[in-house]
C-alpha cells in the first residue's frame, strides 16, 4: 500500500500540492531566473522583500535556507544592478537591512508576475474547479 493510499485528505492534499509545486520548480524557477539575470537565489530574494520593508540580511538568509556569506554575494549583484540597497540599522549598527528599490520593486513585480502564471494542470481544469481551487487556497494560506 503507498503512502498516499494511507494518507488523510489533509496528507494527501499536501503531497499533492508539493508534487505540483516540485514538479514546476525545475524548469520555472531557472528560466525566470534567467530571463531577468538573476540566480534562482536572487528569485527568492525577491520573493522575500516586500515593498517599503527593510529587513535584516541575516533573515533573507535564514529564509532562503543558506549562510549569511552566501546572501552577502547575492546581495552584492543585486545592489550592483540597482534593485535593492544595504541600509544600516538605527538599533543594531552591526545588523545591514536590505531593501527594495523603485527598480527593484518593478523588477520584483514582473519576476512575480512571471512566477505565477499558473501551470498547465491547473489552467486545464474547468473553471469551477479552478474557482474551487483557488477558495481553497485562499482559505489554507490565511494564516501566512
Not at 531557472?30 to 531577468?36: G, M
Not at 530574494?45 to 532562503?64: F, H
Amino acid at each position: 500500500m503507498s503512502t498516499r493510499e494511507k494518507a488523510s485528505p489533509a496528507h494527501e492534499a499536501w503531497q499533492l500540492a508539493t508534487d505540483l509545486w516540485f514538479g514546476e520548480r525545475p524548469p520555472r524557477v531557472p528560466a525566470v531566473a534567467s530571463q531577468f539575470d538573476l540566480s534562482p537565489m536572487g528569485i527568492k530574494a525577491l520573493y522575500l522583500l516586500e515593498p517599503g520593508v527593510e529587513i535584516p540580511m541575516s533573515r533573507v538568509a535564514d529564509q532562503c535556507g543558506c549562510d549569511a556569506s552566501n546572501i552577502t554575494g547575492i546581495v552584492d549583484r543585486m545592489e550592483s544592478r540597482g534593485l535593492i540597497e544595504r541600509r544600516d540599522s538605527p538599533s543594531d549598527r552591526r545588523v545591514k537591512l536590505i531593501a527594495l528599490t523603485d527598480e527593484g520593486t518593478e523588477v520584483r513585480g514582473q519576476v512575480l508576475d512571471r512566477l505565477y502564471e499558473p501551470p498547465a494542470a491547473i489552467t486545464e481544469l474547468s473553471a469551477a474547479d479552478q474557482r474551487a481551487l483557488r477558495d481553497i487556497m485562499r482559505r489554507a494560506t490565511r494564516a501566512l
